[in-house]
């Protein structure tokens, strides 16, 4: 089969290499779509590849070709996300359910070989199914989304609040949807892209906020009638926006880290004294999973993907790029800003 092998730093080739064969328990994949990643991008363009060669790709779709033995959940023809983590299902934290902590895991994608293929192999539970009104774009997008929902979770979530969501990327705009479905009365996003902040406008945000404009703070506010926010979503990863989470949090809030950020953040003694004095919660996120495994996240998303109440907008993809030349993608990300919204490598073009 052909697959896009990652041989050395800024070294990503097209080229012919074994057909995986599914063993006990295993489902192989025709892989249709492939989100990037941000996480692929360094990998590639960076020092972060685990070996060498290897084939990336953890954000797919596809069709179950075959099964191995003893496989009874999906069959060949079905429509499948895949779910990238390959927990040890034996630690502490794997008994627990907290799969995203597991201390011995591998991951498709990383660890081991992934979805910029034609094929990939995954164990039978990591292949998740979706109805054929279910694209196989939105299912490029099942592992952004259940990102979000775990995100949305990671706190004592109750409707009837208000809702701020920094950052109005892929991820921003499913954590401001979740937050909508599970009943928030207000979600505004945060973002200096008005592009953006329509999207989320469309997508069901009642407000949209641009942090560029110098009295963004006081409009922010007096949204809440100068309380603040009940429940704040880090989505970008940027110092800037950590900080401006502990500035709009409300007395008493939930704020969750969900962005991973790529330098070092300080505060100032003011800064950081906004926890102290308003006495919110403040916890991070990692990953999408809960037990059973892959979680409820997983369900849910091809669950509102088919009702449509979790919306799909073609603005989510920047572009649809061939495998053959999916060396090509990763060049465009070392234009800094040239690449806006998710990039899809089909591995059946």
């Known amino acids: 089969m052909k697959a896009g092998v990652v041989h050395a730093r800024e070294d990503i080739r097209y080229e012919e290499i074994e057909k995986p064969v599914p ?14 990643c941000g996480s692929d991008i360094p990998r590639v363009n960076g020092d972060a590849c685990h070996f060498f060669p290897n084939v990336l790709g953890h954000e797919f779709s596809g069709t179950v070709e075959e099964v ?7 069959k060949p023809g079905d429509r499948v996300a895949g779910v990238p983590l390959v927990p040890c299902m034996e630690c502490e934290d794997c008994q627990k359910g907290n799969y995203s902590l597991c201390k011995h895991y ?25 109805e054929d009104s279910v694209s196989f774009e939105q299912g490029a997008f099942f592992e952004p989304a259940t990102v979000a929902l775990h995100g949305l979770e990671r706190v004592e979530f109750k409707g009837g609040k208000t809702v701020a969501i920094l950052g109005g990327g892929t991820i921003g705009m499913f954590v401001m949807q979740w937050a ?9 996003v945060f973002d200096i892209s008005d592009e953006r902040l329509e999207l989320g406008k469309r ?28 429940y704040v979503y880090e989505t970008a990863g940027n110092s800037i926006t950590i900080k401006m ?22 505060f100032s003694v ?13 916890t991070g996120s990692w990953m999408s999973y809960s037990a059973p495994f892959p ?11 088919k009702t449509g109440e979790l919306k799909f907008d073609d603005s989510f993809i920047f572009k649809k790029i061939p495998l053959s030349e999916i060396a090509s993608a990763f060049e465009m990300y070392k234009t800094r800003g040239l690449v806006k919204g998710k990039i899809l490598i089909d591995s059946e073009a």
Request: charged letters at 25%; aromatic letters at 12%; glycine letters at 10%.
């Open 106 to 130: 591998s991951f498709i994608g990383s660890r081991e070989f992934g979805s910029f293929a034609e094929y990939v192999v995954v164990p039978e539970k990591n292949a998740v199914k979706f």
């Open 23 to 36: 063993k006990k328990g295993q489902v192989l994949i025709k892989v249709k779509y492939t989100g990037i």
């Open 180 to 188: 909508k479905i599970f009943g928030a009365k207000e979600v505004v």
């Open 203 to 230: 997508l069901g945000a009642t407000a949209g906020i641009n942090t560029l404009e110098e009295d963004f703070m006081d409009k922010a506010m007096a949204l809440t009638g100068g309380k603040g926010y009940d």
């Open 295 to 305: 979680g409820h996240e997983w369900e849910l998303v091809a669950h509102y993907f």
């Open 270 to 282: 003011k800064e950081w004294e906004n926890l102290n004095r308003k006495e919110f919660i403040l």
């Open 245 to 266: 989470a502990f500035q709009l949090a409300a007395n008493k809030a939930q704020v969750c880290c969900v962005g991973t950020p790529t330098k070092e953040v300080t």
């Open 68 to 74: 191995g033995e003893g496989v009874t959940s999906v």
